[in-house]
């Protein structure tokens, strides 16, 4: 199965249909006043929608087992058809697109199997998927124009050429995944002035995003929430907070990281881990979600 530990869990919805032929109104008539043999043809259907919900990861192999936490299965009857709908509802890393077309699936089957004995003709037709809503592609916000960054490495032993960046490589690549365009990436040690410095710097010259990896952590050299908490004019604590759980979640370790973020002027600065798991993590944890603090602020300076 796909990898799905660096996603979050949000709320998401899919419809599926399956559309259920018959070749006589005669079989129409039977569905709707309960006269099939068989038994009441829609509420077996929808009992066993309801299994199959639950059970797709059992069937489908590369499917996530996941919380399935609503399923409603409704129907459309036409002269000679019926519509089946079945929505799904989780909060979870993936989707649950599959979930709904299999219970549409063996909704209609059911029905298949069930007027079999009174129309030889049954067919099942259109299974697919209707509507989705969450994830990512919902939640990656649309901008008239380009968001640029910098990316600012803290840390005295890298800027003494006794380490290699790899942090701020990581954060590099997933900014250039979500179309923002990193105008340069900086090395400086655990300073607060040049940390004060190049974020002041960065405001002026209208750079959207300001990013520092290092110096979060508990030792004395370890200046960076200090040095920007003194200068930011408003702290955006949800981001904050959304980075140490999403760490939390993967090792307890992370409660110990001071993660910062707020805005000067219009820019937004974060100051996240410098280690190269807790830096990809911190990105993981807000991206593409963040990019929507653009649009709001867009819009208010057009209000």
Same mark, same amino acid.
């Given at each position: 199965m796909v990898d799905i530990t660096p996603k979050s869990s949000t709320l998401r919805k899919a419809i599926a249909q399956a559309i259920v032929k018959v070749s006589k109104s005669e079989t129409i008539q039977a569905i709707k006043q309960r006269t099939v043999p068989k038994g009441d043809v829609l &509420?077996?259907?929808r009992v066993a929608g309801l299994f199959a919900a639950k059970r797709t990861a059992d069937m489908i192999p590369d499917c996530h087992p996941l919380p399935v936490e609503f399923t409603s299965v409704s129907y459309e009857i036409e002269e000679m058809e019926v519509k089946v709908l079945v929505e799904i509802h989780t909060i979870y890393k993936t989707g649950v697109e599959v979930e709904a077309m299999h219970a549409a699936s063996v909704v209609a089957l059911t029905m298949y199997d069930m007027l079999k004995p009174i129309d030889k003709e049954v067919s099942i037709e259109q299974i697919k998927l209707v509507e989705k809503k969450g994830g990512k592609s919902d939640r990656t916000p649309s901008s008239e124009r380009t968001i640029s960054a910098r990316v600012v490495v803290c840390s005295d032993s890298i800027s003494q050429g006794k380490g290699e960046d790899r942090?701020? &490589?990581?954060? /590099? $690549? /997933?900014? &250039? %995944?979500?179309?923002?365009?990193?105008? &340069? %990436?900086?090395v400086i040690p655990d300073d607060s002035q040049q940390i004060q410095?190049?974020?002041?710097? @960065? @405001?002026?010259? !209208? #750079?959207?995003?300001? #990013?520092?990896? !290092? !110096?979060?952590?508990?030792? +004395? /050299?370890? =200046?960076t929430p200090e040095s920007l908490e003194t200068i930011l004019e408003r702290r955006v604590p949800g981001i904050e907070e959304a980075i140490r759980n999403y760490g939390q979640q993967r090792t307890p370790y992370a409660m110990l990281s001071r993660s910062i973020a707020g805005l000067i002027g219009s820019t937004l600065?974060?100051? =996240? +881990?410098? @280690?190269?798991?807790?830096?990809? $993590? @911190?990105?993981?944890?807000v991206f593409p979600a963040i990019l929507h603090v653009f649009k709001v602020m867009e819009g208010s300076r057009h209000d």
């Open positions: &509420e077996c259907a942090a701020g &490589e990581a954060i /590099r $690549e /997933r900014l &250039e %995944k979500y179309g923002v365009k990193v105008l &340069e %990436k900086t410095g190049l974020a002041k710097d @960065s @405001s002026k010259a !209208g #750079i959207d995003l300001l #990013i520092f990896t !290092g !110096g979060t952590g508990l030792s +004395p /050299r370890d =200046v600065v974060l100051g =996240v +881990p410098g @280690s190269t798991k807790g830096a990809a $993590e @911190s990105m993981d944890a």
